[in-house]
């Protein structure tokens, strides 16, 4: 199961170490605990808007940036997921491939026929 506050705190630790600074300079300057930092960080703890916005201020990083490596990395992480090693070697995907609705036409349910990635922001 992807966790999407683990992707999240991971894009956040790097921000933070890229620059050279640490969990006590970063949490003063967002106003928020070091430990809760930390725990953010870990993916321990899910991070409001308002934090992220605070933590990101404080990395003088654009949220958006952070929220397009989150993406970045969850679209490699379902990937692996639905991806399997075959006998001969090769990637085989464990999704079948999904029949698209025609232009202007809705696209209904789809169920998939195997194991499908829960992405979970608890």
Do not use: F, N
Not at 101 to 119: F, H, L, N, Q, W
């Amino acid at each position: 199961m992807i966790l999407l506050r683990r992707l999240l705190g991971d894009v956040l630790r790097r921000q933070r170490q890229r620059q050279g600074r640490t969990l006590r300079e970063v949490s003063a300057a967002a106003r928020v605990s070091l430990g809760y930092l930390s725990e953010v960080e870990r993916g321990q703890k899910e991070a409001s808007s308002e934090l992220l916005s605070a933590i990101c201020d404080a990395l003088d990083v654009r949220m958006s940036e952070v929220m397009r490596e989150v993406s970045d990395e969850l679209s490699l992480a379902e990937l692996a997921a639905m991806t399997a090693l075959s006998e001969d070697g090769l990637l085989r995907p464990v999704l079948e491939p999904v029949q698209l609705p025609a232009p202007g036409e809705r696209m209904s349910s789809i169920t998939p026929k195997a194991a499908a990635v829960d992405v979970v922001a608890a």
